[in-house]
Structures are given as structure tokens and as C-alpha cells.
């Protein structure tokens, strides 16, 4: 069974730091991209940050660039968004998302459950 938990969402002050975790099992978690998503009340989901299955190639959206870090570690089938410097914007429920290899059947990308972060002013 294919799982991707997220955790270390929480309530912290602006200006604050967290640290997300996203433990991969049921899949061979070196083989995958991760890409960490969010979506705020009333909004559209965004992609916030992706990194590729070796970890040598990161993406982040503008919004979050020189603030966040997306990183991996595949021998802890773990992967890690560190938030920095939040902002009140950052609010938001927070998913990783894994998209499926092509010689995989069924869904196009599992996701996770979500972690929420709520960033006060």
C-alpha cells in the first residue's frame, strides 16, 4: 500500500520557521520526484517547491524562493520542506505529492494527507 504522510505543520508566529516531513512507504522512494503543494481557504492549489529523484534538481514558485528548501533523504524515504522567515500568506493546509513512474498503473500521483501551517501576525 502506497502511503505518503506529511507532518511538522503547526502554529507559528511570523517570521518563525518549520520544518515539513514527508515519509514515503509502499514505493521505492528514491525512484520518485516530490513536489510539496498548498492551498489556502477559498483558493487554488499551488505548487510550492519540487525536487527530482536524485535530488539534484530543485524547483520553487517566486512566492517562496530564498525562503523555503526542499530537500531528501532516500536512505529515510523522507522528504523535507524548511520554511523560513513565514509570512501570514504562508497559511495554508501543505501536501506532498509523488508523481507516478511510467510503468506504474493507476493514479497519476499518490498524495498525502495533508499537514496544516498557520502562520499569525
Known amino acids: 500500500q502506497v502511503q505518503l504522510v506529511e507532518s511538522g505543520g503547526g502554529l507559528v508566529q511570523s517570521g518563525g520557521s518549520l520544518r515539513l516531513s514527508c515519509k514515503g512507504s ?6 520518485y520526484a ?8 477559498g483558493k487554488e492549489r499551488e505548487l510550492v517547491a519540487l525536487i527530482n529523484s536524485r535530488g539534484t ?9 530564498g525562503r523555503f528548501t526542499i530537500s531528501r533523504d532516500n536512505a529515510k524515504n523522507l522528504g523535507y ?5 513565514l509570512k501570514p500568506e504562508d497559511t ?4 506532498c505529492n509523488a508523481p507516478k513512474l511510467t510503468t506504474e498503473s493507476g493514479p497519476d500521483e499518490y498524495w498525502g494527507q495533508g499537514t496544516q501551517v498557520t502562520v499569525s501576525s
Not at 516530490?34 to 481557504?41: C, F, I, K
Not at 524547483?59 to 517562496?64: G, W
Not at 495554508?92 to 501536501?95: D, G, I, Q, T
Request: proline residues 3%; positive net charge; aromatic residues 22%.
Open 26 to 31: 509502499g514505493i521505492i522512494f528514491s525512484l
Open 34 to 41: 516530490v513536489r510539496w503543494y498548498r492551498q489556502a481557504p
Open 57 to 65: 534538481a530543485n524547483y520553487y514558485a517566486d512566492s517562496v524562493k
Open 81 to 85: 520542506l524548511q520554511m523560513n522567515n
Open 92 to 95: 495554508a493546509v501543505y501536501y
